[in-house]
């Protein structure tokens, strides 16, 4: 079998490394909004520390992390929604197959989102999967095209309201300017932030029993997916999704590109993008983490996501094409086939480890120190999937979403001689 091929199973091991590298990436920033009040995932200086390691942590993070592994997740699970439709034989049809799927995930992440982790990304994904089966059999250039248009979209709806906070603060600071606007523009700045007492309320609310985190979580949930930016994440992971349906076309995830196209992406993302990520992080640091400055300069980055997030998986793939570092494919790839258990076991760790119904030290680590956990439970993932692997077909949760989307159990222990 070719490093590019599809194994006997009909994986696409270099699909599942780079699944694998996502969903490791993505929890080094949900630990934020998992271990200390919400909003210090925009802000460092609102809680968890802004100084020293803290803000090297933030600033790494923000530049090679943020957005981008989300980015690179919402794209494969669109190749991977097209990959199963064009395999899908029998009955369920593709259609019905591609639909109860979404209908079972939105399940899973209504479970998610209000017992373990109010920052679930399993109802966005099956909303927006809603809107991709019509488009599965439009050529490559067609799918890439219409995602770099939603996305913009999605750019542009991000930016609107703060391109006009940052009219509005321009025309409150020339001189003689109104004093009732001077009042307006200052509120509506200080509006971008959430207040101190909310901090409180979310760790009284974590830090308490179950009931009280269930309270908490249910409140932020309900905020995320019902608030005034709910239709503007839909787009994103929207048009993410249609770019991975595009590329997954052109053979980029399952290594039918050329080295020169992988290095030329890589180019794109490391030398171009990165930079300009880089400095409106610096720009955010030097303005003292001005409000204003903050929410526009980092909805700016939005730009630089998906180029950045294509940019580390095309690194990747270069080393699987080139057979280096097979021990680290292997465990990388049985963590991408197992990518859904791998991310709500994450959730209920750490659930238990933060909780006042478990170890409750919600708010009580840095954010230098929470990466410290992440290792952890990246040593988790890494350790077990493998092993699991070799013992069923699939991980549990994509086990119980695969039989209950074909309405039928599927197997799953393999048989000794396998």
Known sequence: MTSGAADDEGRYVSMDAVRGLAVLGILVMNILGMGMPAYAYEDPTYYGGHEGADLWTWAVSSVLVEGKMRSLFAMLFGASALLIADRATGRPGPLALHYRRMAWLFVFGLVHAYLLWWGDILTLYAVAGLFIFPLRKAPPWLLIGLGFVVLLVFLALNLGDLLDIHTLANVANAPGADPETVRLSRETINALAAPAE????QIAGFGGGFVEALRARVAMALWLQLGPDSLIWILEALGLMLLGMGLFRTGFFTLGWRA???LKMMAAGYLVA?????VMTFGIWKSGFELLTLNLLDALQGATWAV?????????LLLIRSGAAKPVIRLLAAAGRMALSNYLMSSVITTLVF???????YGKLSRFELMGLVAAIWGFILIWSAPWLARFHYGP???LWRSLARWKVQPFRRSSSA
Do not use: D, K, N, R
Not at 355 to 361: A, D, E, I, P, V
């Open 274 to 278: 990165l930079p300009i990520a880089a």
């Open 355 to 361: 909780c006042g119904f478990g170890l409750g030290l």
């Open 397 to 399: 949760f994509e086990w």
């Open 308 to 316: 950045i997030g294509l940019a580390h998986a095309s690194a990747l």
């Open 260 to 262: 020169g196209s992988y």
């Open 198 to 201: 909310v901090a409180t309320q």
